[in-house]
C-alpha cells in the first residue's frame, strides 16, 4: 500500500505560498532527484566545510575569550562543546527540512526563508497554514537583524583598533587620550570607509578578500596561544567558574562565536553530493569548535581579567603586532561588507518594486548608505562589543539555531508515515525549551547590558562597562 501526501487542493485554500505538492506519494517524494535541478559549478566536500567554517569564523571568534573571562574557564569549556553540538544537531534536521521540502515541492534549493514559508503553508492544518507568509517575514527579521547587528559590532572592533594605534596605549577607555577624538568619534570618521565598501553590489569582488580574512584569523589564534605559553605557561589566576548569571552572558557571546545559520542551507544547497551534507556539517562543526576554543581558552589564558574584544587589542604595541592589528582592522572591514551583503538583499527585495525600473539602481546605493549610517549610529550609541554580541546570540541565534530549526522539522514530518507523533513533538519541545529560555533571560541580561553602555566611560573588565563617575556636589 503507497502511502499518499495530500494535494494542493486539498489543503488550505488561502494559502497564498508559491510553494505547492508536487510528490503526490511518499515513494514519489523520496525517488525524486533534486540534484539534477541543480545547475552550474557546486561545492566539493572540502569546500563545502571550509564554507561552512568561514560562516561560522568571523569576527566573533576574536571576542570568545572574553565570554571565558565572563563565564569562568570550567563552564565555559563544557558549554563551549555542548553549545557546539547542540547548534550542529540542529542544522542537521534543519537541512534534512529544506531537503524534504524540496523534493515535495520539485525545487532544485530553498533559502532558510524558504523553508519555513513551505513547512506552515504546506501544512495539513488550515489554521497553521495561514501563518506561512507571517513566519516567512519573521526569519527575514530575525536574520536582518542579527547581521546588521553584527556589521554594528564590527564596526567598533575597526574602531577600537585604530583608536588603540593612533593612541599606541593599550589601555582602552571610551574618552580619547592627547587630545585625541574619543571611540564614539572613530566610529562617526569611519561612516564613509564603509559606506563605500557596502556601495559594492557583487560579491564576487568581495570573495578573494574574505579569504584572506581567514588566513588572518588563522594567524591571530597561532598568535593567541604564543602569548598564552608567553605570559601564563602556568596557567595561574585562572577564575574556574563565576555565577549563573554571567553564564548566560557567556551563552549569547558563545553562540554568536560559533554560529552559521546564515550559511548552513546555502552551503548544502551549492554541494555537488548534497546527501554527504551531515558528514560536512559533523566536521565542519568540529573544526568550528576547536578554533573557537583555542582563541578563547588561550586568549583568557594569556590575558586573564584584561581581555579586550578583538583579541588583537591585548597584543604589545611592538612593530610586528601592530601590523597584525592593522591587518585584522582590514579583515573585519571586508567580512562588515560580506555581512552586509546578505541582509541588505532581503530588505530590499521589499523595497525594490516601489521604485521604477530606471531608478531602482540608483535607489539601492541610497538605501546602503542609508543603512550603513543606521548601523553607525546603533555602534554609537551601544560601544560594546561584548554586549552587542551577547544580545545578537541571545535574541537573534536563539530563534535562528535552536527554535526555528526544531519548529520547521515537526511541521515537515509530522504527517509523514512512521513518524511518532508524540516523540517529535516532545524532542522538538525539549531541544525548543532552552532556546526559549535563552530568548528571553538572556536577552534580558544582554539588555541591560546595552542599557548600561549608553553611558559608558571605560571598560572594567574586557568590554563590559561601568557608568562614568558622578561629579561630587559642591560642598561633598
Known sequence: ????????????????????????????????????????????????????????????????????????YLPAIILNVIYGVYMCFNFYILVVSSQRMCRRCHVPFMTYPDVGEAAFALYPNPKVARWSTCYRKWIDVITCLNLFGSCAAYQLMVAKTIKQLAEDTQESIIEGRNGLPNLRAYIAFLIVPFIVICLITEMKYLAPFSIVANVVIGVAIVMTVKYAIKNNPGFENMVVATNFMDVIKFTGMAVFSMSCAGVVIPVENNMKEPHKFGFVLGVGYIFIIGCVFMAAFFGYVAFLDKCESPITMNFPLTMGPKILKGFIAVMIYVTHAVNFFMPFNCVYYYLKPKFKPENQYKMELVFRAIIVIIIALVAIAFPSV????????????????????????????YDRPGKNKKWLIWRAVLLSAFGVFILFCGSYVSGKDLVSALFMKKPAGGDETTPAPETPAPGA
Do not use: W
Request: hydrophobic share 45%.
Open 1 to 72: 500500500m503507497v502511502e499518499r501526501i495530500l494535494g494542493p487542493d486539498e489543503r488550505y485554500s488561502g494559502n497564498k505560498s508559491r510553494f505547492q505538492i508536487m510528490s503526490k506519494t511518499l515513494a514519489e517524494e523520496e525517488a525524486f532527484d533534486v540534484g539534477k535541478l541543480r545547475k552550474g559549478i557546486r561545492s566539493g566536500i572540502l569546500f563545502s566545510i571550509m564554507n561552512l567554517a568561514k560562516g561560522a569564523l568571523g569576527g566573533g571568534v576574536l571576542a570568545g575569550h572574553v565570554a571565558y573571562m565572563t563565564a569562568g
Open 386 to 413: 561584548d554586549a552587542l554580541m551577547g544580545f545578537l546570540g541571545c535574541f537573534c541565534l536563539s530563534n535562528m539555531a535552536f527554535i526555528c530549526p526544531n519548529t520547521i522539522y515537526v511541521l515537515v514530518h
